[in-house]
């Protein structure tokens, strides 16, 4: 009865490490394509852009199929899947965004001063 009750507790242990995901670190992180890219003056400094938000992703088995719809006030700005990372540079000020995964779901986050 013992081995039966430590192999259950060793499986349920596996099985929840499978799910877990590890930071990205920015030498890490790989860019987002282009072709997931699809409102690149986000991805340009410029004059007027000149607060930024960093975005990256973690890497593990948990979500790897999906990707994440990166918005800012109300616009795509792209699709970001696991171990990638973009520096979105953004107008000073209140920038609204959210993200979505696949069609099903979304977060939003209010407004907030950069």
């Not at 039966?4 to 590890?22: E, I, K, M, P, R």
């Not at 670190?25 to 007027?48: H, N």
Request: charged content about 20%.
């Amino acid at each position: 009865m013992k081995n039966v009750v430590a192999l259950t507790l060793a499986a349920a242990l596996f099985s929840l490490a499978g799910c877990s995901t590890l930071p990205v670190t920015e030498a890490q992180a790989k860019p987002v394509p282009s072709e997931r890219v699809y409102l690149p003056q986000y991805l340009q400094k410029s004059a007027e852009r000149s607060a930024t938000i960093y975005i990256s992703r973690d890497k593990g088995y948990f979500g790897s199929g999906c990707s994440h719809d990166i918005y800012l006030n109300n616009e795509k700005v792209m699709a970001i899947r696991q171990a990638e990372a973009a520096t979105l540079h953004v107008v000073p000020g209140p920038t609204s965004s959210n993200w979505k995964q696949a069609v099903v779901s979304a977060r939003t986050f209010p407004p907030r001063r950069i």
